[in-house]
């Protein structure tokens, strides 16, 4: 079992960064790939972004690619999302989650889920 609790959503003005952290605990966290997803009010929640257990490689929605990073601490079990040049319709609840295998676009595939984060640029 593995509880993930995101942090560090809130508003932000288009142009804006945030910076968001997901906090593992229970088992390993290094053995599990994570990712980020969102869902904005009344779409399907959508891929954003993943990264494998070492970190060594990363993959991103074509919407956020070179605008957001995603990394991790394995010795501090988070994962982070920096959110760079955000823009209105970046607004969604975020949500990370970790896999054990699997694709890392699909989210049937993801183990674990956090409860998300509200984040908000307005223009």
């Known amino acids: 079992q593995v509880k993930l609790v995101e942090s560090g959503g809130g508003l932000v003005q288009a142009g804006g960064s945030l910076r968001l952290s997901c906090a593992a605990s229970?088992?390993?966290?290094?053995?599990?790939?994570m990712g980020w997803f969102r869902q904005a009010p009344g779409k399907e929640r959508e891929f954003v972004a993943a990264i494998r257990r070492s970190g060594g490689t990363t993959y991103y929605a074509d919407s956020v690619k070179g605008r957001f990073t995603i990394s991790r601490d394995n010795a501090k079990n988070t994962v982070y999302l920096q959110m760079n040049s955000l823009k209105p319709e970046d607004t969604a609840v975020y949500y990370c989650a970790a896999r054990d295998s699997g694709s890392y676009y699909l989210k049937g595939e993801y183990d674990y889920w956090g409860q998300g984060t509200q984040v908000t640029v307005s223009s």
């Open positions: 229970g088992r390993t966290f290094s053995s599990y790939a």
